[in-house]
């Protein structure tokens, strides 16, 4: 089909006949030459049947796809003719659907597409323009008068060829692209195709071309819609939504199979407002080429539902062939880890398996949806993988074979392993989304609607067989580290049977020690209209809780009962702010909370806040709880800064701080900067008095932690990791580390947990205990033995930018270390004289302490006493003195002193603290560098700069290592000045590798500075 055009281009010759006996022809009704030309085109097209082609009734072309032939087994073999009987029987039923709006689609002319439906009712008028329309107007009307010439010279044309029809074929039916056209005029429009039959045995491709033009509320879509064999509505795909003015382009939706149940399927294409209920009076909205398309079905499960596997256990993953595609031979299947890298891999052969399974009498490939039916013609192909250690896997299935296009499926899973020895009270938990919303019935994570298909797990309306109850659902919860549930209940008032179910699962909840938040943010659709609302817009808490006569009694025999079980209850969706300015909020939030109460137990309201407002003061507020955030989520530093300044986060008060920790959108940012953000404002909570953090759609593709069916996504381990591991610990501050790596202290009364990663991976050589061990952020533990280093025990840590989690470390070690500082961060370059050096650290244990601790420093540093003594009773801080003298070598520079400590316990520990202090005058900042300049000579460039009040004079000389002459520079920096000199030597190269010396020595004072300068090519 001819998109669009410009130019007919035809060509040709016409033989002259003998036409003597013919009647003369006026030559004033004759065509010019392009028109003989295309009438004896159509002449002949019409009398060999070429270039014309049935597409159909109504528009809808059912296009056979072609398939390669395999060179499988031998001709005539059995199993050869058992693989042709499966593949013809497949290819037979493999047709596309296509609604292109051409003129086979309006058999009656009325510009309405044959057998198509229109919505009409309140918001839905008549007068929306919609009708069938060509692309390009001027080529129909260039058509159509070509079509006028032919049909006056038809009956001439017929008597050379007397085989035609009576009626030409109509060049404007041929080469007219046309579509669905709606012109907006203050109305919704909506029209939907006829129905045509649909098969679990597929998977399908759905794509629309739309255009747009002048939108400015109203917005346009096309959806593919399974119906059951009544016609009830049982799911629907949509391609993305347009807005604005857009031209032609395809959007398609990929990989969707039909419900169970499902026996029918149609296209629907509509327009709809914006969300303040305001819609276009101008613009107009264009649909084509309609098309779903459908596939062999390759699925890939596993033998658990949700993938997640107790580190130890076995995997198997199951491959279902739905139809099996000529030249098919074989189905590989491949495992990789959370880093891409390929594990395992194994073939299964389609030969094989044929050999071994008979073909059922009863096999078909039959449209219908028939389950039995679907059923006999799986093919499964199943996959025992190698022991796995913990961590996140993907695992994808491939058929291969002949000309055989690409179809492949994969899944994720995720093999864990107990972090901590006994499960705290954490503060993480998620936000579970409404299960009825439309477009999200499959991922809300609903454990009544939680259903398994053979070995798959999908998200659904609950079905009377094959769920997962509350019991394992809530175990899955435990398994996964969630410690606080947001649960959407708001129900109709008669659902007793979904009330007992958010009943059962409450309690089994409160019982698995799950703190357990109810949800109101949404009534069911059916009741929007008791709530007179005038758009999407105003499902928010504070329209549907305005008037207490309409919402009370609907909510009243809902949380009667529900009341009983959970006391902590949220008004709205997690970034519903609509409580923000409305007035006499303290009242009205009490009056919903002494409505919602009934007779019940008082109960702990919360509402969602901003962090960029204030909250309110404890005397202008009824509710227990702010849930806080905001769009874009703050980053770690942001997030700890707004904490800071937050009054119910700082101390202990009645109001209490709730906040939303989302993951960072997967569009926008890589996998490795997502993990490491998150984890920085986990971390960041642990500091603050927050009493939870929720995810607040853990099913969300960008921003959530699971897949649509509730598998495990990339970001679900490192939040599990990491609520498991300081979920229920405090942060308590930093190490010095001498790798300069980040690290962050976690403690709680029992344990610690020390997290470190770097910018650039490195190691750091520390002891942190005896059994200490690592995690990282997959949840993989790796133990990390003693070695010996400086005659001390050290374990070897290795860090990446990952933050990787230290446990089991000693709490009372990490509070020593972190209480050992150095009273003086410089020394002064005064050579030969003695100066104070303070030691300060602290007892952070109740009992009394004693140990010993020496300073290990430069040749150049001369201490008085290097080793002391000391001892300190409980909670106790000391500051021990060091004298020590710069000898005439001692250089200027910033210096790693190694405090070696052995403390008084049983066993005894020894371990190494560092801390850096510099040496040079206070106010002077020394640099210098290098370089070969063309000729071969050596320039060092020495630079000062001077910080203090006072001007500053050095006598400056520079010593080359090589018995070559020294060179001598004179230097004065007025305060607040910087100023180079330079040196130069001939033959430069020679000394490239060697150290200069540089003595400068301070006129009428009695510092002496000795600075190394190394020599190397800029």
Wanted: net charge negative; hydrophobic share 35%.
């Amino acid at each position: 089909m001819i998109r669009s055009f410009r130019t007919i281009r035809l060509s040709g010759s016409l033989r002259n006949r003998d036409s003597s006996d013919r009647a003369p022809i006026d030559r004033k009704y004759l065509p010019d030459r392009w028109s003989v030309i295309a009438i004896l085109a159509i002449a002949l097209a019409a009398f060999t049947g070429t270039g014309l082609t049935d597409i159909g009734q109504a528009g809808l072309l059912q296009a056979e796809n072609i398939q390669q032939t395999d060179t499988g087994p031998a001709m005539g073999s059995p199993i050869q003719e058992k693989l042709e009987e499966l593949q013809q029987r497949f290819d037979e039923s493999l047709k596309s659907f296509v609604w292109d709006f051409s003129r086979s689609a309006d058999t009656n002319y009325d510009g309405w597409p044959d057998d198509w439906q229109r919505r009409t009712g309140n918001r839905y008028p008549q007068y929306v323009k919609i009708a069938i329309e060509a692309h390009d107007l001027k080529v129909m009307r260039e058509t159509r008068d070509v079509d006028a010439t032919v049909m006056r010279f038809w009956p001439s044309i017929r008597k050379w060829f007397p085989s035609l029809p009576v009626l030409p074929p109509s060049l404007a039916d041929l080469l007219c692209d046309r579509y669905l056209r709606i012109e907006l005029d203050g109305g919704l429009a909506m029209v939907q195709s006829q129905k045509v039959p649909t098969s679990r045995m597929y998977q399908y491709r759905f794509s629309a071309d739309i255009m747009t033009s002048g939108l400015r509320h109203d917005t346009a879509r096309a959806e593919l819609v399974f119906v059951d064999e009544q016609g009830m509505e049982l799911e629907s795909h949509s391609t993305p939504i347009v807005r604005g003015s857009s031209g032609w382009k395809e959007y398609a939706v990929n990989n969707l199979r039909a419900p169970r149940l499902a026996k029918y399927m149609f296209v629907r294409v509509s327009v709809e407002g914006g969300e303040d209920g305001l819609e276009d009076i101008r613009g107009f909205i264009g649909f084509d080429n309609l098309r779903v398309e459908p596939f062999p079905q390759l699925q890939l499960v596993t033998d658990r539902p949700l993938g997640i596997y107790d580190y130890g256990s076995g995997v198997t993953a199951t491959a279902v062939v739905l139809g099996l595609p000529k030249g098919a031979s074989r189905v590989r299947f491949h495992l990789f880890d959370a880093d891409k890298n390929e594990m395992a891999s194994e073939a299964s052969s389609i030969r094989s398996l044929v050999q071994s399974t008979p073909i059922p009498s009863n096999i078909s490939v039959s449209s219908e949806p028939s389950e039995s039916r679907s059923a006999t013609t799986d093919m499964r192909f199943d996959w025992k993988m190698p022991r796995l250690s913990p961590g996140f896997y993907t695992v994808k299935a491939v058929i291969e074979g002949t000309g055989v296009d690409e179809l492949e499926s994969q899944t994720t899973l995720a093999v864990i392993e107990p972090l901590v020895e006994k499960r705290g009270f954490g503060c993480f938990g998620w936000t579970l989304p409404y299960q009825n919303q439309r477009d999200t019935a499959r991922t809300a994570l609903d454990p009544s609607a939680i259903q398994t298909q053979g070995q798959h797990s999908t998200i659904g309306i609950p079905q009377d067989d094959g769920t997962i109850p509350p019991r394992d659902f809530v175990n899955w919860l435990l398994q996964i580290g969630v410690d606080w549930v947001k649960y959407p209940a708001w129900i109709a008032p008669d659902d007793e049977v979904r009330a007992s179910q958010i009943a059962d699962l409450f309690t089994r909840l409160q019982d698995s020690k799950i703190q357990t938040v109810g949800l109101l943010d949404r009534p069911p659709e059916d009741q929007f209209a008791n709530y007179d609302l005038r758009s999407q817009r105003e499902i928010v808490a504070s329209e549907l809780f305005r008037d207490f006569e309409v919402w009370q009694p609907l909510l009243e025999p809902v949380m009667s009962r529900l009341t009983l079980k959970v006391r902590k209850w949220q008004l709205g969706a997690d970034d519903d702010f609509s409580f923000l300015g409305r007035t006499r909020l303290q009242e009205s939030v009490k009056s919903i909370a002494t409505g919602l109460q009934g007779y019940g137990q008082p109960l702990d309201i919360t509402i969602n806040w901003p962090w960029n407002e204030p909250t309110l003061s404890s005397q202008q507020r009824s509710w227990k709880a702010v849930c806080r955030s905001i769009q874009p989520a703050l980053t770690a530093e942001e997030l700890d800064a707004y904490l800071s300044l937050d009054p119910e986060s700082r101390r202990h008060v009645d109001a209490k701080t709730w906040i939303l920790l989302n993951p960072l959108p997967k569009g926008r940012y890589d996998r490795d900067t997502r993990i490491l953000d998150l984890i920085q404002r986990m971390a960041t909570v642990r500091k603050h008095r927050v009493e939870a953090a929720f995810v607040s759609n853990p099913h969300d593709s960008e921003t959530g932690l699971l897949t649509s069916d509730s598998r495990p996504d990339e970001m679900l381990l490192p939040w599990r990791t990491t609520a498991q591991l300081i979920g229920d610990l405090r942060q308590m501050g930093s190490l010095k580390m001498r790798s300069r790596a980040n690290s962050i202290i976690f403690a709680g009364e029992t344990r610690a947990v020390l997290m470190v990663w770097a910018d650039n991976p490195t190691e750091e050589l520390i002891y942190l205990g005896e059994d200490v061990y690592a995690i990282d952020v997959w949840g993989k533990t790796s133990e990390l033995p003693l070695e010996n280093y400086e005659n001390r025990q050290v374990q070897r840590v290795k860090i990446g930018k990952l933050p990787t989690f230290l446990v089991d470390v000693d709490p009372d070690l990490l509070a020593f270390r972190m209480s050992v500082e150095l009273k003086q961060t410089q020394l002064d370059s005064i050579l030969g004289q003695t100066q104070p050096l303070e030691l300060k650290f602290k007892n952070p244990v109740r009992d009394g302490l004693a140990g010993n601790v020496r300073i290990r420093s430069p040749m150049s540093w001369k201490f008085e006493q290097p080793s002391l003594n000391w001892e300190l009773i409980g909670g106790r801080d000391t500051t021990e003195p060091f004298n020590v003298v710069l000898d005439n070598s001692a250089k200027v520079g910033r210096y790693e002193l190694a405090l070696d400590f052995e403390l008084q316990t049983i066993p005894p520990k020894r371990f190494t603290v560092y801390r850096e202090i510099n040496v040079g005058p206070h106010g002077l900042e020394l640099k210098a560098t290098t370089d070969i300049l063309e000729g071969g000579q050596l320039k060092v460039e020495v630079e000062m700069q001077n910080h203090s009040e006072k001007p500053l004079l050095y006598d400056c000389m520079v010593f080359p290592q090589s018995g070559r002459q020294y060179q001598r520079r004179f230097i004065s920096v007025e305060p607040g000045e910087t100023v180079r000199r330079d040196f130069y030597w001939s033959d430069g190269a020679e000394l490239i590798g060697t150290t200069l010396l540089l003595r400068a020595g301070e006129q009428d004072g009695h510092r002496i500075l000795n600075y190394e300068i190394p020599v190397r090519r800029q």
